[in-house]
């Protein structure tokens, strides 16, 4: 008598599940809401109500409109100026941290992501109390004599957006860049050495070039990270620290426009996926060199 097949068990069902949690999700809260964005950015808004019919109205008013291209450039230099400066700082904190040796080496490192666990607000709020008109910065120049009253250079305005999102972001390019240096083999700084050329010579010559794919890695991640921030701008942005993101955040709130605000989050997101490609084939071009 031939033997019948065991039903299917809770272990044998459990990879199938996991297969499709993989598909799930994603489908579910990334590219669900992108579809949802694209087709609501074919319709428009007449007096306060939604109309469901096709348009390109929304896409013809963005590349028209004198307002928002300016804006929408202004904003794409402003967050690759912070994706570099981020990279400058965060650079030689990277290095440092790979010349340490032991647990001192990987302490410092999670102390250096701990504000990656604080609010976010809270450390918008933190960096605007020291930029700020009363801020410590502004009462250290006044009690070293440097200026007679406060200035308000580095606060609502785009240089306070600008180095508001700097400092929040830093921690973000440290991990990318100390991991590419870590993976350089140190028998190619010892042969170099061994080759008659100096520290410098080394740094620029075998360090620098073998951490690129992770120092493109931390400026795609910033400034992906920058693009789509609206609450900086926001809170220490001001009137004349008005980004892309502000715009988007208004058509969904006080505009009540959500057709073009929908286009604008397309658009966005467009900049968004073709930075994070740049990127990673700049990596991998660079990567697949060593």
Same mark, same amino acid.
């Given at each position: 008598?031939?033997?019948?097949?065991?039903?299917? @068990?809770?272990?044998?069902?459990?990879?199938?599940?996991? =297969?499709?949690?993989?598909?799930?999700?994603?489908?579910?809260?990334?590219?669900?809401?992108?579809?949802?964005?694209? !087709?609501?950015?074919?319709?428009?808004?007449? +007096?306060?109500?939604?109309?469901?019919?096709?348009?390109?109205?929304? *896409?013809?008013?963005?590349?028209?409109?004198?307002?928002?291209?300016?804006?929408?450039?202004?904003?794409?230099?402003?967050?690759? =100026?912070? /994706?570099?400066?981020?990279?400058?700082?965060?650079?030689?904190?990277?290095?440092?941290?790979?010349?340490?040796?032991?647990?001192?080496?990987?302490?410092?490192?999670?102390?250096?992501?701990?504000?990656?666990?604080?609010?976010?607000? $809270?450390?918008?709020?933190?960096?605007?109390?020291? &930029?700020?008109?009363?801020?410590?910065?502004?009462?250290?120049?006044?009690?070293?004599?440097?200026?007679?009253?406060?200035?308000?250079?580095?606060?609502?305005?785009?240089?306070?957006? &600008?180095? =508001?999102?700097?400092?929040?972001?830093?921690?973000?390019?440290? &991990?990318?860049?100390?991991?590419?240096?870590?993976?350089? #083999?140190?028998?190619?700084? +010892?042969?170099?050495?061994? &080759?008659? /050329?100096?520290?410098?010579?080394?740094?620029?010559?075998?360090? !620098? #070039?073998?951490?690129?794919? @992770?120092?493109?890695?931390?400026?795609?991640?910033?400034?992906?990270?920058? $693009?789509?921030?609206?609450?900086?701008?926001?809170?220490?942005?001001?009137?004349?620290? %008005?980004?892309?993101?502000? $715009?988007? *955040?208004?058509? %969904?709130?006080?505009?009540?426009?959500?057709?073009?605000?929908?286009?604008?989050?397309? $658009?966005?997101?467009?900049?968004?996926?073709?930075?994070?490609?740049?990127?990673?084939?700049?990596?991998?071009? +660079?990567? @697949?060199?060593?």
């Amino acid at each position: 008598m031939s033997e019948r097949a065991a039903p299917a @068990g809770p272990s044998a069902l459990a990879p199938w599940l996991a =297969t499709i949690a993989a598909y799930v999700v994603p489908l579910g809260f990334v590219l669900a809401p992108m579809a949802l964005f694209l !087709v609501y950015s074919f319709f428009s808004v007449d +007096h306060g109500s939604i109309v469901f019919s096709p348009t390109i109205a929304n *896409y013809v008013r963005f590349f028209t409109d004198p307002v928002f291209l300016p804006i929408f450039w202004r904003t794409c230099l402003l967050c690759f =100026t912070v /994706a570099l400066l981020c990279v400058l700082f965060a650079f030689p904190v990277a290095y440092f941290l790979t010349t340490l040796r032991g647990r001192s080496r990987y302490m410092l490192l999670v102390l250096l992501l701990v504000p990656l666990l604080m609010s976010y607000v $809270i450390k918008i709020y933190a960096v605007r109390s020291i &930029l700020g008109g009363n801020g410590m910065l502004n009462r250290a120049l006044l009690a070293t004599g440097l200026i007679d009253k406060p200035s308000m250079l580095f606060v609502f305005n785009l240089n306070a957006v &600008l180095l =508001t999102l700097t400092v929040l972001l830093i921690p973000f390019a440290v &991990l990318p860049i100390f991991l590419s240096l870590e993976r350089i #083999p140190k028998a190619l700084r +010892h042969a170099s050495a061994d &080759l008659g /050329a100096t520290n410098a010579q080394t740094f620029w010559r075998v360090t !620098v #070039p073998l951490s690129l794919p @992770g120092t493109l890695s931390a400026m795609s991640f910033v400034f992906v990270l920058a $693009i789509g921030d609206f609450l900086t701008p926001q809170m220490v942005g001001g009137q004349s620290g %008005f980004t892309f993101g502000r $715009i988007i *955040y208004s058509q %969904f709130g006080t505009a009540f426009n959500w057709p073009f605000g929908a286009a604008l989050s397309v $658009i966005l997101a467009a900049v968004v996926i073709l930075a994070i490609r740049l990127g990673g084939r700049l990596e991998s071009k +660079h990567g @697949g060199a060593k």
